[in-house]
């Protein structure tokens, strides 16, 4: 059976770093013993870029990917290419769109030029831009487009590609698979996560550290679930990714509840080895 590599987001291993960096590499040991073949960074924890790149290589993953703050890119784009680099990470991705440069507001035509230079910039150094994806980008503009379509319509497939999150293409009520379908060979990498939601909660996507979506009455739930635990039917996003010639799909699991984040871990790359990948 033909499958792809599985990466994991090291964001959702973020509880087991941040105050204590001195585990990156007993924590990546274990991430490579649970069968995950590759890590997607989300920030380095303070430590040398030569020392992320050495202990990935010893523990066996390969750095594929790196989630970097837009403002971050936009202020120093040629700094955070020289450290990842280093890392050797081959795509850099924009992993969220603060308010402030959405669609509706005036920073939104201001963000479209400045990822295209950060585009041109991090293809002159032999790496890809990504762009990931939240359920906001399938809001619409005036003509009826989705956000998310507009964005990669202005900026050219050499210069932006598509990261697409399949959890929150469903939480927005389209369809995952027919979108990495829609953009084929755009979609290098694909985020695997699952979820579950009732009703109508407030604020399903409110992340560590970014507080200011808070809006209307809570009537309902929504919980990250470790890959297959959840409401997401994974078959025909795996079929669609290997339609599409995706590289790498990688799990990804904002939050843990009741869970350690290795356990999620675990649960996630079991379920995908039961379905054969």
């Known amino acids: 059976m033909k499958k792809l590599s599985v990466g994991i987001q090291v964001f959702g291993l973020r509880d087991l770093l941040e105050n204590t960096p001195d585990q990156f590499a007993a924590v990546m040991k274990q991430v490579r013993e649970l069968g995950y073949e590759g890590v997607e960074l989300a920030g380095t924890y303070g430590l040398e870029p030569e020392h992320i790149r050495d202990t990935l290589g010893e523990t066996g993953l390969v750095p594929l990917s790196a989630h970097v703050p837009l403002a ?3 202020k120093d784009i040629d700094a ?7 890392i050797g990470v081959s795509y850099l991705v924009v992993p969220y769109l603060p308010e402030e440069y959405r669609h509706n507001t005036p920073g939104y035509p201001v963000v479209i030029g400045a990822m295209k230079k950060i585009g041109v910039a991090v293809a002159d150094a032999g790496m890809q831009l990504l762009y990931h994806n939240h359920d906001f980008e399938f809001s619409t503009l005036a003509d009826g487009t989705f956000v998310f ?15 697409p999150d399949t959890c929150w293409i469903k939480v927005a009520g389209q369809d995952p698979s027919e979108y990495i379908k829609k953009y084929g060979s755009r979609c290098e990498l694909i985020h695997l996560k699952d979820f579950v939601k009732e009703g109508q ?11 200011t979506e808070e ?6 739930m929504f919980e990250f679930r ?10 025909p996003v795996l079929s669609a ?6 590289k790498w799909v ?8 009741d869970l350690s984040p290795l356990e999620a871990a675990r649960r996630s790359r079991e379920y995908l080895k039961i379905l054969g990948w």
């Open 149 to 163: 379509d507009d964005i990669y319509a202005q900026i050219p497939d050499h210069l932006l590609r598509v990261e």
């Open 250 to 257: 990688i799990v990804e699991q904002d939050r843990h509840y």
């Open 80 to 86: 955070v290419i020289k450290e990842y680099q280093t």
């Open 215 to 220: 809006a209307g009455a809570d009537t309902g």
């Open 72 to 74: 971050d890119m936009m």
């Open 201 to 211: 909660p407030k604020n399903p996507r409110q992340l560590p550290g970014i507080d």
């Open 226 to 235: 470790p890959v297959g635990f959840g409401q997401m039917l994974w078959e």
């Open 241 to 246: 990714s290997l339609e599409a010639g995706a």
